[in-house]
């Protein structure tokens, strides 16, 4: 069973920036594409970014130009850099990590509040 550890979530003043961190465990040979969503209080969840496995990236229209997603396929980590953090990005993030035979993990969230 894969486990997902996210870490890097907090609490930050608007303008500010986190780093969110999220490891597999187990093998990440087969791993296809790793991402992350984010779900803010009365709302539903939604896709904030992915990394593919050639490193193709996608951004949420919200996000693009203040995040930056990567991957360290040593590590089988992916990271979120989050900069120029507004308000109505406060919510809980969860990394997701899709296999090649199409089987996806989530990890169980990591609060981020952006407030001054």
């Known amino acids: 069973q894969v486990q997902l550890v996210e870490s890097g979530g907090g609490l930050v003043q608007p303008g500010g920036s986190l780093r969110l961190s999220c490891a597999a465990s187990g093998s990440g040979f087969n791993i296809f594409a790793m991402g992350w969503y984010r779900q803010a209080p009365g709302k539903e969840r939604e896709l904030v970014s992915t990394?593919?496995?050639?490193?193709?990236?996608n951004y949420a229209d919200s996000v693009k130009g203040r995040f930056t997603i990567s991957r360290d396929n040593t590590k089988n980590t992916v990271y979120l850099q989050m900069n120029s953090l507004k308000p109505e990005d406060t919510a809980v993030y969860y990394c997701?990590?899709?296999?090649?035979?199409?089987?996806?993990?989530w990890g169980k969230g990591t609060l981020v509040t952006i407030s001054s």
């Open positions: 997701k990590v899709v296999y090649r035979d199409g089987v996806e993990y």
């Open positions: 990394i593919g496995s050639r490193s193709n990236t």
